[in-house]
């Protein structure tokens, strides 16, 4: 099986769900994420960040109802250490940074948390809140920091209802192009 057919076959199973207290389903949510990646200009390997930045929800189930989300499942970490089997850091740091970066930015932004959707809010108290003055400098230390909070912007973004998007076919070609030689087209897979 490729990556890509791995990745198309994950995000079948369980990609229609919604994306916990959102408009858009996961698979949706994932989509508008790479596409505003896209449309900024951002490298392949960040688009594919966007793309895959939450399926470590998809790996390991969570009940659907955010309000029944009691505890943070560390979808960032799931999906980071899955990413990191099959592409180069470039794709799975800014993941497992993804999660980090809000927490981030509600400490040095303002604004930003002010625009945060109430799911969102939500998970960031499960998340730890805001950053500590220590904790963002060594977020600012990692070298992915800078993708990451770009990842987070596009995560934030693509949360609108209907809008028509490519679909995962389109990126197909980029998944295997990415992909670690090794993983990928053999049977120990997975
Ligand atoms: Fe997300």
Redesign the pocket.
């Known amino acids: 099986m490729t990556t890509s057919e791995e990745l198309f076959s994950i995000y079948e199973r369980g990609g229609a769900a919604a994306?916990f207290g959102e408009a858009v389903s996961m698979s949706e949510?994932?989509l508008q994420?790479a596409f505003f990646a896209r449309a900024s200009g951002a490298a392949d390997a960040l688009v594919l960040a966007a793309l895959l930045?939450?399926v470590g929800h998809l790996l390991e189930a969570v009940p659907e109802d955010i309000a029944e989300w009691k505890s943070d499942a560390h979808h960032e970490l799931i999906g980071s250490r899955w990413l990191a089997r099959r592409f180069g850091a470039d794709v799975s740091e800014p993941v497992r940074l993804?999660v980090p970066a809000k927490r981030y930015l509600c400490a040095v932004d303002a604004s930003y948390f002010d625009k945060l959707s109430a799911a969102s809010v939500h998970t960031l108290r499960l998340q730890g809140g805001p950053m500590s003055a220590a904790e963002a400098a060594a977020f600012e230390r990692e070298p992915f920091h800078r993708q990451a909070i770009r990842v987070r912007a596009w995560?934030d973004q693509?949360k609108v209802p209907q809008l028509a998007v490519p679909d995962f076919g389109h990126y197909r070609e980029l998944i295997d192009r990415l992909a670690l030689a090794g993983f990928g087209n053999s049977s120990g897979g997975g």
């Open positions: 994306y949510h994932g994420a930045h939450d993804h995560d693509g």
